[in-house]
């Protein structure tokens, strides 16, 4: 963390700009873990290069995997080269996880661990020691992998792999991260029986990314049955089998799109996202709906998703509970509306990179807003802002929230705005890339 503050820059004009977004954490994440776990090699085109599938890469080498960058002229650059070639090999332990405060990495790879051969420890940045794990550690226990966490139920760990994990039938309590359930997933082809999850306990969060799990292991030849394909609801059962190489080109993060379509929205402007998919099962999507709730309107183009302001902004009454990780973009938005919003389902958002919803609330307070904390969500009364420091609590999304504050507020500094790493290299120069007119990533 620095306590670099970074004047966010003021629109002087409604923002007209096109866009192209990096690469999706969730689906890059993903893509490492079933190709690290394939039986022949396979391609990860157009990956997101940020902190959290840095760090997913530099774990899956430590544990023997061959990640190469290739450079690619032929399908156009998004920064150092535009390719990973997955080289799956042998899981070997002893090894160190970095997992930063990522909870792809801190949860996805302890199952892959269980089916190294040797120790695997995992640490990282002091929050993800109180980020919830008890879930994949519990599940991998009754699998009968040998965890030390010295009783925490969290960071830091070490998986003491022996080569294999039986599988079976396993029941987790995912109410505080669906990354559980899918992490299970994810590794279950590979268990000698397969796997059988069964989730038991209150309802769970962001459902799209459990359908992105699936989604991604039945590409790469796997057998699941789910519950939204006619199955037992809140079980998921994976065959066990070969993980097929995949070539896959990865979709522009749709969460990291919500900034810049926020942009549109509150200079009453007009912005378009490359490469928009026509259809996926990122909850970014579910934009398209929310922010044309919100006042705008939408329409996928040629050109990607174009959203255009109205130059109102109206509040909105939302469960937010599929899509948690949209929240801080969508509270900005909020707080610069004509009428109060409602953000509902999404107590668990107050385990992620931070404490979202008290800091949403402290700092939009701070600015002179009017936000409560309700039991699950956030009640956002707009009035007047005024500039001030905004404080980000090294997470991503609150820095990109401040930053469409400050679009419209004179006077935003946002605190460690490098912290946007996490997920989006480069942050800033997009950011004044859209207010000149157009945003891409440098390619280096
Ligand atoms: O599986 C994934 O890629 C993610 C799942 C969600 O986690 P939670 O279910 O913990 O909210 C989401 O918030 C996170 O940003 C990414
Ligand atoms: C919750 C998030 O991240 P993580 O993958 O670390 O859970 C997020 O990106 O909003």
């Known amino acids: 963390m620095t306590d670099d503050l970074w004047p966010a820059p003021t629109a002087s004009a409604a923002v007209n700009a096109t866009v192209t977004v990096p690469g999706s954490k969730s689906v890059t ?30 774990a899956l080498r430590a544990m023997g995997v061959g990640i190469e960058d290739t450079v690619n002229s032929a399908t156009g650059g998004t920064g150092g080269g535009d390719a ?17 405060n990522a909870g792809t990495v801190m949860r996805f790879l302890p199952p892959v661990a269980a089916l190294a051969d040797g120790p695997v420890h995992f640490d990282g940045d002091p929050r993800s020691h109180e980020r919830p794990l008890h879930g994949v550690i519990d599940a991998l226990r009754a699998l009968g992998a040998r965890i030390e966490d010295g009783g925490r139920g969290a960071l830091p760990l070490t998986v003491y792999g022996t080569g294999a994990l039986d599988g079976g039938p396993v029941t987790v309590d995912a109410s505080s991260s669906s990354q559980f359930v899918s992490a299970l997933l994810l590794s279950g082809a590979r268990c000698n029986q397969g796997l059988e999850v069964r989730h038991s306990g209150g309802p769970l969060p962001s ?29 998921w059962r994976v065959t066990p089998g070969a993980l097929l190489g ?14 810049f379509l926020a942009a549109a929205l509150v200079t009453g402007g007009r912005v378009a996202v490359r490469d928009w998919p026509l259809r996926t099962t990122q909850p970014g999507d579910q934009l398209r709906d929310i922010f044309t709730r919100m006042g705008g309107s939408c329409a996928l183009t ?6 255009t302001g109205s130059g109102r902004i109206h509040g909105i009454q939302a469960d937010l509970h599929d899509v948690g990780e ?17 953000l509902s ?13 008290a800091a949403l609330a402290k700092e939009l307070n701070e600015l002179g807003g009017d936000v409560a904390e309700t039991e699950d969500g956030l009640r956002i009364r707009p009035r007047p802002l005024h500039g001030g420091v905004f404080h980000t609590y090294e997470d991503h999304r609150l820095a990109t929230a401040a930053a469409v504050l400050g679009l419209t507020v004179p006077g935003i500094q946002v605190e460690d705005v490098a912290t946007t790493a996490k997920t989006l290299p480069d942050f800033p120069g997009l950011w004044t890339g859209m207010l000149a007119g157009d945003a891409t990533p440098a390619t280096t």
């Open 29 to 58: 994440n993903r893509a490492l873990v079933l190709a690290a776990l394939a039986a022949e090699p396979g391609w990860i085109r157009r990956p997101l290069r940020s902190r959290d599938t840095l760090l997913m890469a530099a």
């Open 84 to 100: 990973w070639r997955v080289i799956p090999a042998g899981l070997h332990g002893p090894a160190t996880v970095d997992v930063g």
């Open 207 to 235: 459902l799209p990314h459990i359908r992105m799990t699936v989604e991604m292991l039945r590409a790469a030849g796997v057998q699941v049955d789910a519950p939204e394909d006619g199955g037992e609801a809140d079980v």
């Open 246 to 259: 995949r070539d896959l080109v990865v979709e522009p993060d749709l969460s990291n799109a919500a900034p």
């Open 302 to 307: 040629d050109e990607g998703l174009v959203l």
């Open 326 to 342: 949209l929240t801080p973009v969508i509270a900005a938005v909020a707080a610069l509306a004509d009428s109060e919003s409602e």
């Open 345 to 357: 389902g999404i107590a668990h958002l107050r385990l992620h990179e931070t404490d979202r919803l």
